[in-house]
Protein backbone atom coordinates (compact mmCIF):
# COMPACT_ATOMS: atom_id res chain seq x y z
CA UNK A 1 0.00 0.00 0.00
CA UNK A 2 1.26 3.48 -0.78
CA UNK A 3 1.82 5.88 1.65
CA UNK A 4 -0.62 8.11 0.55
CA UNK A 5 -3.43 5.67 0.79
CA UNK A 6 -2.51 4.63 3.67
CA UNK A 7 -2.91 8.17 5.30
CA UNK A 8 -6.19 8.59 3.17
CA UNK A 9 -7.66 5.37 4.18
CA UNK A 10 -6.65 5.51 7.53
CA UNK A 11 -8.21 9.25 8.08
CA UNK A 12 -11.47 7.92 5.97
CA UNK A 13 -11.47 5.43 8.97
CA UNK A 14 -11.49 7.53 11.57
CA UNK A 15 -13.92 9.61 10.35
CA UNK A 16 -16.40 6.91 9.66
CA UNK A 17 -15.80 5.90 13.38
CA UNK A 18 -15.98 8.98 14.93
CA UNK A 19 -19.32 9.81 12.97
CA UNK A 20 -20.79 6.08 13.86
CA UNK A 21 -19.64 6.43 17.47
CA UNK A 22 -21.51 10.30 17.41
CA UNK A 23 -24.25 8.96 16.17
CA UNK A 24 -24.85 6.32 19.57
CA UNK A 25 -23.50 8.67 22.01
CA UNK A 26 -23.08 12.26 21.27
CA UNK A 27 -22.08 13.56 24.86
CA UNK A 28 -18.94 14.42 26.65
CA UNK A 29 -16.43 13.06 29.00
CA UNK A 30 -13.98 15.02 31.09
CA UNK A 31 -10.81 14.30 31.90
CA UNK A 32 -9.28 16.05 35.14
CA UNK A 33 -5.53 16.01 36.43
CA UNK A 34 -5.00 18.44 39.19
CA UNK A 35 -6.47 21.65 38.21
CA UNK A 36 -6.52 20.45 34.18
CA UNK A 37 -9.63 19.29 32.69
CA UNK A 38 -10.45 18.39 29.44
CA UNK A 39 -13.92 18.18 27.97
CA UNK A 40 -14.01 16.29 24.82
CA UNK A 41 -16.60 14.10 22.57
CA UNK A 42 -16.43 10.24 23.39
CA UNK A 43 -16.75 9.87 19.85
CA UNK A 44 -13.77 11.98 19.89
CA UNK A 45 -12.13 10.03 22.94
CA UNK A 46 -12.91 6.96 21.21
CA UNK A 47 -10.79 7.61 17.72
CA UNK A 48 -8.01 9.55 19.74
CA UNK A 49 -6.19 6.24 20.29
CA UNK A 50 -6.61 5.74 16.98
CA UNK A 51 -5.41 9.08 15.44
CA UNK A 52 -2.29 9.15 18.07
CA UNK A 53 -1.17 5.46 16.66
CA UNK A 54 -2.02 6.79 12.84
CA UNK A 55 0.60 9.50 14.06
CA UNK A 56 3.14 7.09 15.23
CA UNK A 57 3.16 5.32 12.26
CA UNK A 58 3.58 8.05 9.89
CA UNK A 59 6.34 9.06 11.46
CA UNK A 60 8.35 5.51 11.91
CA UNK A 61 7.63 5.35 7.79
CA UNK A 62 8.38 9.19 7.27
CA UNK A 63 12.01 8.32 9.21
CA UNK A 64 12.62 4.70 7.50
CA UNK A 65 11.29 6.30 4.04
CA UNK A 66 13.85 8.87 4.23
CA UNK A 67 16.76 6.73 6.39
CA UNK A 68 16.27 4.13 2.70
CA UNK A 69 16.00 7.71 0.28
CA UNK A 70 19.63 8.04 2.28
CA UNK A 71 20.51 5.10 1.72
CA UNK A 72 19.55 4.59 -2.36
CA UNK A 73 21.31 8.16 -2.64
CA UNK A 74 24.59 7.39 -1.14
CA UNK A 75 24.81 3.70 -3.15
CA UNK A 76 24.05 5.63 -6.50
CA UNK A 77 26.39 8.36 -5.74
CA UNK A 78 29.21 5.38 -4.46
CA UNK A 79 28.14 3.33 -7.82
CA UNK A 80 28.68 6.95 -9.92
CA UNK A 81 32.21 7.11 -7.70
CA UNK A 82 33.24 3.76 -8.88
CA UNK A 83 32.67 4.45 -12.04
CA UNK A 84 35.16 7.49 -11.88
CA UNK A 85 37.90 5.48 -10.29
CA UNK A 86 37.21 3.31 -13.50
CA UNK A 87 38.14 6.06 -15.69
CA UNK A 88 40.91 6.93 -13.65
CA UNK A 89 42.40 4.23 -13.64
CA UNK A 90 41.95 3.68 -16.85
CA UNK A 91 43.87 7.02 -17.67
CA UNK A 92 46.72 5.73 -15.19
CA UNK A 93 45.97 8.51 -12.50
CA UNK A 94 45.79 8.04 -8.99
CA UNK A 95 42.44 8.64 -7.56
CA UNK A 96 41.51 9.35 -3.55
CA UNK A 97 38.05 8.94 -3.78
CA UNK A 98 35.55 8.36 -0.75
CA UNK A 99 32.91 5.97 -0.23
CA UNK A 100 30.08 5.96 2.37
CA UNK A 101 29.08 2.16 1.28
CA UNK A 102 31.32 -0.31 3.61
CA UNK A 103 31.14 -2.28 0.22
CA UNK A 104 31.87 0.30 -2.03
CA UNK A 105 34.80 1.08 -0.04
CA UNK A 106 36.15 -2.52 -0.48
CA UNK A 107 35.54 -2.48 -4.03
CA UNK A 108 37.38 1.12 -4.30
CA UNK A 109 39.87 -0.33 -2.53
CA UNK A 110 40.71 -3.00 -4.62
CA UNK A 111 40.71 -0.60 -8.11
CA UNK A 112 43.02 1.53 -6.79
CA UNK A 113 45.33 -1.47 -6.68
CA UNK A 114 44.63 -2.27 -9.97
CA UNK A 115 45.88 -1.62 -13.58
CA UNK A 116 43.04 -1.38 -15.67
CA UNK A 117 43.33 -1.48 -19.84
CA UNK A 118 40.98 -2.57 -22.77
CA UNK A 119 42.19 -4.59 -25.38
CA UNK A 120 39.21 -5.04 -27.05
CA UNK A 121 38.50 -2.64 -30.63
CA UNK A 122 34.59 -2.77 -30.06
CA UNK A 123 34.50 -2.05 -26.49
CA UNK A 124 31.25 0.23 -25.34
CA UNK A 125 30.14 1.85 -22.45
CA UNK A 126 27.10 3.72 -21.76
CA UNK A 127 29.52 6.15 -19.53
CA UNK A 128 31.00 8.80 -21.50
CA UNK A 129 34.00 9.27 -19.84
CA UNK A 130 34.87 6.09 -19.81
CA UNK A 131 34.40 5.54 -23.75
CA UNK A 132 35.97 8.58 -24.25
CA UNK A 133 38.97 7.25 -22.18
CA UNK A 134 39.11 4.23 -24.33
CA UNK A 135 38.80 5.93 -27.44
CA UNK A 136 42.26 7.95 -26.43
CA UNK A 137 43.82 5.69 -25.60
CA UNK A 138 43.56 3.51 -28.87
CA UNK A 139 44.00 6.96 -30.89
CA UNK A 140 47.40 7.47 -29.28
CA UNK A 141 48.23 3.36 -29.45
CA UNK A 142 47.65 3.86 -33.35
CA UNK A 143 49.96 6.78 -33.19
CA UNK A 144 48.07 9.73 -32.79
CA UNK A 145 48.52 13.27 -30.96
CA UNK A 146 45.63 14.45 -28.84
CA UNK A 147 46.29 17.71 -27.71
CA UNK A 148 47.40 17.96 -23.95
CA UNK A 149 44.36 20.38 -23.14
CA UNK A 150 41.61 17.74 -24.40
CA UNK A 151 43.67 14.83 -22.39
CA UNK A 152 43.88 16.86 -19.36
CA UNK A 153 46.90 14.33 -18.05
CA UNK A 154 50.11 15.42 -16.12
CA UNK A 155 53.28 14.96 -18.39
CA UNK A 156 54.59 11.73 -16.10
CA UNK A 157 51.35 10.13 -16.69
CA UNK A 158 52.39 6.84 -19.48
CA UNK A 159 49.80 7.55 -21.23
CA UNK A 160 50.67 11.04 -21.65
CA UNK A 161 54.28 9.99 -22.62
CA UNK A 162 53.06 7.98 -25.07
CA UNK A 163 51.19 10.66 -26.37
CA UNK A 164 54.16 13.08 -26.17
CA UNK A 165 56.23 10.12 -28.28
CA UNK A 166 54.06 10.36 -30.78
CA UNK A 167 54.25 14.39 -31.44
CA UNK A 168 57.77 13.99 -31.11
CA UNK A 169 57.38 11.63 -34.23
CA UNK A 170 55.59 14.23 -35.89
CA UNK A 171 57.25 17.39 -35.25
CA UNK A 172 60.93 18.39 -34.42
CA UNK A 173 60.60 21.63 -33.36
CA UNK A 174 58.24 20.38 -30.31
CA UNK A 175 61.27 17.80 -29.75
CA UNK A 176 63.47 20.68 -29.45
CA UNK A 177 60.87 22.68 -27.45
CA UNK A 178 61.20 19.46 -24.42
CA UNK A 179 64.99 19.39 -24.59
CA UNK A 180 65.03 23.40 -23.70
CA UNK A 181 62.39 22.32 -20.82
CA UNK A 182 63.86 19.62 -18.74
CA UNK A 183 62.15 20.58 -15.96
CA UNK A 184 58.71 19.53 -17.25
CA UNK A 185 58.96 15.94 -18.89
CA UNK A 186 60.32 13.04 -17.56
CA UNK A 187 63.92 11.56 -18.46
CA UNK A 188 62.30 8.96 -20.76
CA UNK A 189 60.94 11.81 -22.80
CA UNK A 190 63.90 14.30 -22.63
CA UNK A 191 65.97 11.32 -23.95
CA UNK A 192 63.53 10.64 -26.79
CA UNK A 193 63.39 13.84 -27.75
CA UNK A 194 66.86 14.55 -27.63
CA UNK A 195 67.79 11.82 -29.96
CA UNK A 196 65.60 13.20 -32.48
CA UNK A 197 67.11 16.95 -32.02
CA UNK A 198 70.42 14.95 -32.39
CA UNK A 199 68.89 13.38 -36.03
CA UNK A 200 67.03 16.56 -37.22
CA UNK A 201 69.30 19.90 -36.23
CA UNK A 202 72.48 20.75 -36.41
CA UNK A 203 75.12 21.00 -34.00
CA UNK A 204 75.99 24.32 -33.71
CA UNK A 205 71.98 24.25 -32.25
CA UNK A 206 72.16 21.18 -30.49
CA UNK A 207 75.66 22.65 -28.27
CA UNK A 208 73.29 25.43 -27.40
CA UNK A 209 70.83 23.05 -25.16
CA UNK A 210 73.65 20.78 -23.36
CA UNK A 211 74.16 22.44 -20.63
CA UNK A 212 70.64 22.00 -18.63
CA UNK A 213 70.08 18.33 -19.51
CA UNK A 214 70.45 15.09 -17.37
CA UNK A 215 72.84 12.69 -19.80
CA UNK A 216 72.69 8.83 -19.77
CA UNK A 217 75.58 6.65 -21.39
CA UNK A 218 73.73 6.31 -25.10
CA UNK A 219 72.49 10.22 -25.17
CA UNK A 220 76.50 10.96 -24.89
CA UNK A 221 77.32 8.24 -27.27
CA UNK A 222 74.63 9.44 -29.95
CA UNK A 223 75.72 12.91 -29.37
CA UNK A 224 79.79 12.03 -29.79
CA UNK A 225 78.62 10.32 -32.89
CA UNK A 226 77.16 13.19 -34.57
CA UNK A 227 79.85 15.18 -33.13
CA UNK A 228 82.55 12.73 -35.08
CA UNK A 229 80.74 13.15 -38.17
CA UNK A 230 80.62 16.98 -38.46
CA UNK A 231 83.58 19.23 -39.91
CA UNK A 232 86.09 20.92 -37.66
CA UNK A 233 84.30 24.39 -37.58
CA UNK A 234 81.00 22.39 -36.46
CA UNK A 235 82.47 20.18 -34.13
CA UNK A 236 82.42 20.06 -30.18
CA UNK A 237 86.01 21.30 -28.80
CA UNK A 238 88.34 19.15 -26.78
CA UNK A 239 86.88 20.34 -22.80
CA UNK A 240 83.44 19.43 -24.31
CA UNK A 241 83.60 16.24 -25.36
CA UNK A 242 85.36 15.85 -21.79
CA UNK A 243 82.97 17.65 -20.39
CA UNK A 244 80.64 15.38 -21.78
CA UNK A 245 81.97 11.80 -21.04
CA UNK A 246 82.28 13.19 -17.72
CA UNK A 247 78.80 13.35 -17.14
CA UNK A 248 78.43 9.49 -17.46
CA UNK A 249 79.77 6.52 -16.39
CA UNK A 250 81.28 4.81 -19.73
CA UNK A 251 83.11 1.33 -20.04
CA UNK A 252 86.44 1.39 -21.68
CA UNK A 253 84.90 -0.69 -24.07
CA UNK A 254 82.29 2.27 -25.21
CA UNK A 255 85.43 4.89 -24.81
CA UNK A 256 86.87 2.86 -27.00
CA UNK A 257 84.20 2.49 -30.33
CA UNK A 258 84.10 6.31 -29.31
CA UNK A 259 87.56 6.54 -30.33
CA UNK A 260 87.14 4.82 -33.33
CA UNK A 261 84.59 7.14 -34.77
CA UNK A 262 87.09 10.25 -33.91
CA UNK A 263 90.11 8.24 -35.72
CA UNK A 264 88.26 9.64 -38.61
CA UNK A 265 87.99 13.31 -38.41
CA UNK A 266 90.83 14.07 -35.87
CA UNK A 267 94.68 13.55 -36.31
CA UNK A 268 96.45 11.27 -34.21
CA UNK A 269 98.02 13.85 -32.43
CA UNK A 270 94.25 15.67 -31.57
CA UNK A 271 93.23 11.71 -30.38
CA UNK A 272 96.05 11.19 -28.02
CA UNK A 273 95.46 14.56 -26.71
CA UNK A 274 91.88 14.18 -25.92
CA UNK A 275 91.86 10.98 -24.53
CA UNK A 276 95.41 11.65 -21.96
CA UNK A 277 93.71 14.77 -20.73
CA UNK A 278 90.22 12.14 -19.67
CA UNK A 279 93.13 9.43 -18.09
CA UNK A 280 94.50 12.15 -16.10
CA UNK A 281 91.26 12.68 -14.29
CA UNK A 282 89.67 9.07 -14.93
CA UNK A 283 92.34 6.47 -14.13
CA UNK A 284 89.84 3.97 -14.76
CA UNK A 285 90.03 4.75 -18.68
CA UNK A 286 94.13 3.74 -19.06
CA UNK A 287 92.48 0.94 -21.23
CA UNK A 288 90.98 2.93 -23.25
CA UNK A 289 93.95 5.09 -23.60
CA UNK A 290 96.45 2.21 -23.89
CA UNK A 291 93.98 1.56 -27.18
CA UNK A 292 94.61 5.25 -28.87
CA UNK A 293 98.52 4.94 -27.90
CA UNK A 294 98.39 1.47 -29.32
CA UNK A 295 96.61 2.07 -32.72
CA UNK A 296 99.32 5.23 -33.26
CA UNK A 297 102.14 2.66 -32.37
CA UNK A 298 102.96 5.32 -29.21
CA UNK A 299 104.84 2.57 -28.47
CA UNK A 300 107.44 4.15 -25.25
CA UNK A 301 104.40 6.14 -24.08
CA UNK A 302 102.84 2.32 -23.45
CA UNK A 303 105.69 1.29 -21.65
CA UNK A 304 106.00 4.35 -19.11
CA UNK A 305 102.35 2.98 -18.49
CA UNK A 306 102.62 -0.56 -18.29
CA UNK A 307 105.81 -0.56 -16.36
CA UNK A 308 103.61 0.96 -13.45
CA UNK A 309 100.85 -1.54 -13.61
CA UNK A 310 100.19 -4.97 -11.62
CA UNK A 311 101.45 -8.02 -13.64
CA UNK A 312 97.98 -8.75 -14.51
CA UNK A 313 96.74 -5.62 -15.34
CA UNK A 314 96.57 -4.96 -19.50
CA UNK A 315 97.65 -7.93 -20.68
CA UNK A 316 96.53 -7.55 -23.80
CA UNK A 317 98.79 -4.39 -24.33
CA UNK A 318 101.45 -6.00 -22.90
CA UNK A 319 101.32 -8.90 -25.47
CA UNK A 320 101.28 -6.32 -27.81
CA UNK A 321 104.59 -4.83 -26.60
CA UNK A 322 106.09 -8.04 -26.32
CA UNK A 323 105.41 -9.27 -30.28
CA UNK A 324 106.51 -5.82 -31.50
CA UNK A 325 109.58 -6.40 -29.54
CA UNK A 326 110.12 -9.97 -31.26
CA UNK A 327 109.94 -8.48 -34.69
CA UNK A 328 106.28 -9.38 -34.90
CA UNK A 329 105.00 -6.40 -36.50
CA UNK A 330 101.61 -7.56 -38.13
CA UNK A 331 100.20 -7.71 -34.94
CA UNK A 332 98.16 -4.78 -33.51
CA UNK A 333 95.73 -4.04 -30.61
CA UNK A 334 92.64 -4.51 -33.02
CA UNK A 335 93.90 -7.75 -34.72
CA UNK A 336 94.44 -9.10 -30.90
CA UNK A 337 91.31 -8.57 -28.83
CA UNK A 338 89.28 -5.22 -30.26
CA UNK A 339 88.36 -6.36 -33.53
Known amino acids: ?36 TLILPIALWIVLPMLVLWLLT ?19 K ?24 LNFKEIGSILTQ ?16 ISKTVE ?17 LDNNNPIMIENIKNRLDQD ?12 KYSQELIKDAFLRVLEAKSMTSIKKILEDLTFDNGMVKALLQKDSEQKPEFAMTHDLILSMIKKVKLSNSELIEIAKNYKKVMNPDQIIQLFEKLVQEKEEYTTA ?3 VLAEYEMIDKMRDI ?3 SATQEYIPFKALIDLKDSGKHTYSIETLCYK
Open 136 to 152: QKFNIRSGKYIPSKELK
Open 1 to 36: MGLKKYILGSLLFAIVVFGYTFSIESGDYRVQIADF
Open 172 to 183: NNFALEVVKSPS
Open 58 to 76: IIHMAFYGLKNYFTLKAVA
Open 306 to 308: LAN
Open 114 to 129: LDIDVTNDNFSAEDKD
Open 78 to 101: DSQAVISLINKRLRNETASINFQN
Open 289 to 291: YLY
